[in-house]
């Protein structure tokens, strides 16, 4: 192979600039090395420093949160985090962002992001069994915005559907804040056995690096470093920066990966994920206190006349790094020449705790690889409430006009892109592959998938109420922890563990900093008072355009475990002549509201502020009723408020309702719309109400009969013994289950 010439820049403050580094940063640098750095240096720091790989920002802050509990097995800081589950099982999750990507090239960004997370899995020696996802976008209206929404739904369902793990969930919002930056937070979740968990270590003095997976290209070369950074009005041409996935690749990948862990010939592994094969040997080598050496001219290019630079910082897809004794590569290289996937012996470990890069013998980099990471910047960045947040916090309740025509309230409510439906976007995935799936997409509070081989069940939800979030980050945070918990256990599964995806605007403006670590902190309190630990997670900043930031969105996913999966309960109402049970405080208020928001056009006030205790009895409470086998149907309170929930159930089991309303001190709009944490609609059969109300009450959570389902396909709620909503089944159907699709066909072109 002819050698391609090599051009050293060099080293100025333009090109210093350029790769995202600060003087001081810089200054850091000669100061590790003791001399200007080679250019391959220059890019590797920039990759490793950037805010998506560094954490420069949010480190400070994540420390704070809760990651222990006697069921976790790894927590932050490995490619995923992993949860005793028994019978020698554990669940390997994570969620991570592809949103940068995903806003410039819509298919390619989702569906690498889907790749990217699937492989944080199974480095881990899990398989991947189960997906969801958290997508945001601009208003529909907008043919631009409706470009990003399709695109992105078809790469998820391209990516996932093709290496055949299923989607089985998620969550998606609409809202102009996200028109500039749409966000893409995909989370998976795989299945392994305690004793066959595999950690991205290079232990082993001598012991072989070998490359595998797919040739290398010049596609995503500081795809970590975009993600890092504003958009402006160049966003369009930085396609370069975002990578092209090939799930067939990554199916063989998969398989081949596995069987290597089964026959023992992997000693530790990582996914060459952001900043490639920098951060994989980078990582490898300072999580195990050794060194790495590689010799690039033995990488599989794709591409002729590519420089160490290019290989080191390439982010094409489809790539993991070994580490494998020497006697066993020949048996590795087999595994993978038969599932015809490529696979390299490119260097080997070191002792002397370096990051050495060589091109055809000749020493291009040369790095002390714990420094990389460990002196790393970590800032305490400056923080100032915003000056408009007592203006946004104020509201006086008693001027907004009470709306009479709860009919039309209501059919507007369930015609919500954020309530109604997401029936067109489920169809594109495959949520049935593997046979795992027992609470289908648009059924549950929560997903549920079968742990083959026993009766237990795993519940996974992925929840974020942004706007709550941009009113009071604290309580939002809160809020948004609570509410994913409560989804898992409103399918009769005990909150295990919490993986994150937080996504925010410039961490250098005091405004935003102050919106992360409130909402760290809400959700951190939310985690001490429910014991659930976070075991993995990511941060995403910079997500705002020409100056404008999202609303603050801590988006995370909770994972839970039910002992017989098939007690898991679903939303949608069984039966005629069940009663119908509010569990929890019977009333909510307007701050934050979606009612608020999209009957009035305000987003102002406080959300109702969450009772740490009461949430935690109520969902134990959950749990032993599920286990006793006493509820027929349970549905979280969340955007909507009661009418909403109870239209849901109705909507999803085609059953009709009466619902019966006492009230002497509450507004009709927030007895109906409002939106407070810790309440739960249950329906049972009537024998078994008095037990039901027996045990709540037991646990100090309030019981309150609302209702009876009823064979009349009508939805009807009374209010003091006057009716005060009045609708056909059908009619709400329609307005939920087909609205979603309206918006899309009939946007702008």
């Excluded at 820049?9 to 590790?32: M, S, V």
């Excluded at 005793?84 to 569906?111: C, L, R, T, W």
């Excluded at 993991?320 to 006697?327: C, H, R, S, Y």
């Excluded at 709620?717 to 309206?742: C, D, F, H, V, W």
């Amino acid at each position: 192979m002819k050698r391609p010439q090599m051009t050293e820049p060099q080293i100025t403050d333009r090109l210093i600039k350029e790769h995202g580094l600060k003087p001081d940063e810089y200054e850091t640098i000669l100061k590790i090395l003791g001399r200007t750095p080679t250019f391959t240096e220059l890019g590797i720091f920039s990759v490793m420093w950037s805010e998506h790989c560094s954490y420069k920002s949010s480190r400070i802050h994540l420390k704070n949160f809760p990651t222990e509990a006697p069921w976790v097995i790894q927590g932050p800081g490995e490619n995923a985090g992993v949860i005793d589950i028994g019978d020698n099982q554990a669940a390997v999750f994570k969620m991570e962002s592809h949103n940068h990507p995903s806003f410039i090239e819509p298919y390619q960004g989702a569906a690498t992001g889907v790749g990217g997370i699937l492989r944080d899995i199974f480095t881990m020696g899990a398989r991947p069994v189960a997906s969801l996802n958290s997508l945001r976008f601009g208003p529909l209206s907008d043919p631009y915005q409706k470009h990003l929404f399709s695109g992105v739904v078809s790469g998820i369902a391209g990516y996932g559907n093709c290496i055949g793990v299923p989607t089985v969930g998620g969550e998606i919002y609409v809202h102009p804040c996200y028109a500039g930056n749409i966000l893409v937070n995909a989370f998976n979740l795989g299945i392994a056995d305690i004793d066959r968990i595999f950690y991205g270590k290079a232990t082993g003095i001598g012991n072989l690096i070998v490359y595998v997976g797919s040739k290398t290209g010049k596609d995503g070369i500081h795809g970590v470093t975009m993600a890092s950074e504003e958009f402006t009005d160049d966003a369009q041409q930085k396609k370069p920066n975002v990578q092209v996935g090939d799930p067939f690749t990554e199916k063989l990948l998969l398989e081949a990966c596995l069987e290597a862990m089964k026959e023992n010939l992997i000693v530790g592994i990582q996914d060459m994920g952001g900043a490639g094969l920098t951060s994989s040997s980078s990582e490898m080598a300072a999580r195990a206190n050794m060194g790495i050496e590689l010799e690039l001219s033995r990488v599989p290019l794709r591409e002729a006349n590519m420089i160490p630079y290019e290989i080191m910082l390439s982010e094409s897809q489809e790539r993991m790094l070994i580490v494998a004794e020497e006697k066993n590569l020949e048996p590795l290289l087999s595994i993978f020449k038969k599932w015809d996937i490529e696979a390299a012996a490119i260097g080997h470990v070191s002792g002397d705790g370096f990051l050495r890069i060589k091109w055809h013998d000749e020493t291009v980099a040369e790095i002390p690889a714990s420094r990389i990471s460990t002196d790393a910047p970590m800032y305490d960045r400056p923080q100032a409430r915003p000056d408009y947040q007592d203006e946004l916090n104020t509201l006086d309740e008693s001027k907004i006009e009470i709306l009479t025509d709860n009919n039309d309230i209501l059919l507007k409510l369930l015609s919500s892109p954020n309530i109604a439906s997401k029936e067109l976007v489920w169809q594109e995935y495959d949520h049935m592959v593997r046979t795992s799936t027992v609470v289908l997409p648009g059924m549950g509070d929560a997903a549920v998938i079968r742990v083959h081989g026993s009766k237990k069940g795993l519940a996974m939800s992925v929840d974020c109420n942004s706007r709550y979030c941009y009113l009071d980050p604290y309580m939002g945070g809160v809020h948004t922890l609570t509410e994913s918990a409560r989804n898992v256990a409103s399918t009769g599964a005990k909150p295990l563990a919490v993986t994150d995806c937080l996504n925010f605007g410039n961490p250098e403006k005091p405004e935003v900093m102050w919106q992360f670590a409130e909402a760290v902190r809400g959700i951190s309190d939310a985690c001490l008072a429910l014991e659930i630990p976070v075991i993995s997670g990511n941060v995403s900043f910079y997500n705002e355009t020409k100056g404008t930031a999202i609303y603050p969105t801590p988006t995370v996913g909770v994972v839970g475990l039910i002992e017989d999966v098939s007690k898991a309960l679903t939303m949608g109402f069984k039966n005629t002549g069940d009663v119908v049970v509010l569990l929890g405080p019977s009333t909510g208020s307007l701050g934050g509201s979606e009612y608020l928001s999209l009957l009035h056009g305000i987003e102002k006030g406080l959300p109702h502020p969450v009772d740490l205790k009461m949430e935690k009895s109520l969902i134990e409470l959950m749990v032993q009723l599920c286990k006793q086998g006493l509820l027929v149907s349970a549905h979280d309170l969340s955007e909507g408020g009661l009418a909403v929930t109870l239209a849901e159930s109705s909507i999803v089991g085609n059953i009709g309702l009466e619902a019966e309303l006492i009230t002497i001190a509450v507004r009709t709009d927030t007895l109906l719309y409002g939106e407070s944490a810790s309440r739960i609609v249950i329906s049972a059969k009537p024998e078994a109400l008095n037990e039901i109300e027996s045990i709540a009450k037991e646990a100090s959570v309030p019981f309150n009969i609302i209702g009876k389902t009823m064979q009349n396909p009508v939805f009807k709620i009374t209010l003091n013994g006057n009716t005060i909503m009045e609708l056909p089944l059908t009619a709400i159907s329609s307005a939920y289950k087909e609205s979603l699709q309206r918006g899309i066909t009939n946007a702008r072109v």
